[in-house]
Nanobody, 125 residues
Framework: QVQLVESGGGLVQAGGSLRLSCAAS?????????MGWFRQAPGKEREFVAA????????FYADSVKGRFTISRDNAKNTVYLQMNGLKLEDTAVYYCAADQGPASLLRAGTVDYWGQGTQVTVSS
């Protein structure tokens, strides 16, 4: 089993920045998993935000966050990050870390192997 714990959420003004972290633990190798971030706003479906491959910095982003968000990982620290810049009101949501044994390019909410508990991000005007 893999446990994922998110941190770094909070309240930020529109146009500001925030960095989320996701720490993984367990008996399996962190580098064996593609990692990603999803988010879910009240009354909306959980949606894909970003994903990163196991060993290299190939990344994938939702159109809504391209150019503003950056996903990265540090396998030595068993941690994945999401740097969020130029935050908008519509970015407000609970953000979830995800681990997947499949390719990062195929990461989807319906096929995620492990989920974190989520961290709240609120963007104010």
């Amino acid at each position: 089993q893999v446990q994922l714990v998110e941190s770094g959420g909070g309240l930020v003004q529109a146009g500001g920045s925030l960095r989320l972290s996701c720490a993984a633990s367990g008996r399996t190798s962190f580098s064996s998993y593609a990692m990603g971030w999803f988010r879910q706003a009240p009354g909306k479906e959980r949606e894909f935000v970003a994903a990163i491959t196991r060993y290299y910095t190939s990344t994938f982003y939702a159109d809504s966050v391209k150019g503003r968000f950056t996903i990265s990982r540090d396998n030595a620290k068993n941690t994945v990050y999401l740097q969020m810049n130029g935050l908008k009101l519509e970015d407000t949501a609970v953000y979830y870390c995800a681990a997947d044994q499949g390719p990062a390019s195929l990461l989807r909410a319906g096929t995620v192997d492990y989920w974190g508990q989520g961290t709240q991000v609120t963007v104010s005007s």
